[in-house]
């Protein structure tokens, strides 16, 4: 089992900057690939961005240049540092791990782009 907690959701303006946490507990050891999705409202969760073990990522490409996903492996944590927020950012940020078995989510954390 793997427990997954974000943080860093919140209010801001067209052009600021937030960053998001997620931090993993459980058998961490299991985890390869940890990632970042999004869901707004009446649309299909969509994934932004991913990250793997080795470091290797992966943007979905209306974020690429503004947001960078990061995991710190000491810490069992990954971040996703977002700049440049437009409104159709708004939505609801979900936490990812897939281990070779099972995918796990976290409870999600709600990013609002507005002025």
């Known amino acids: 089992q793997v427990q997954l907690v974000e943080s860093g959701g919140g209010l801001v303006q067209p052009g600021g900057s937030l960053r998001l946490s997620c931090a993993a507990s459980?058998?961490?050891?299991?985890?390869?690939?940890m990632g970042w999705y999004r869901q707004a409202p009446g649309k299909q969760r969509e994934l932004v961005a991913t990250?793997?073990?080795?470091?290797?990522?992966n943007y979905k490409g209306s974020v690429k240049g503004r947001f960078t996903i990061s995991r710190d492996n000491a810490k069992n944590t990954v971040y996703l540092q977002m700049n440049s927020l437009k409104p159709e950012d708004t939505a609801v940020y979900y936490c990812?791990?897939?281990?070779?078995?099972?995918?796990?989510w976290g409870q999600g954390t709600q990013v609002t782009v507005s002025s």
């Open positions: 990812k791990a897939d281990t070779t078995v099972y995918a796990y």
């Open positions: 459980g058998s961490i050891f299991s985890i390869n690939v």
């Open positions: 990250i793997s073990k080795g470091g290797n990522t």
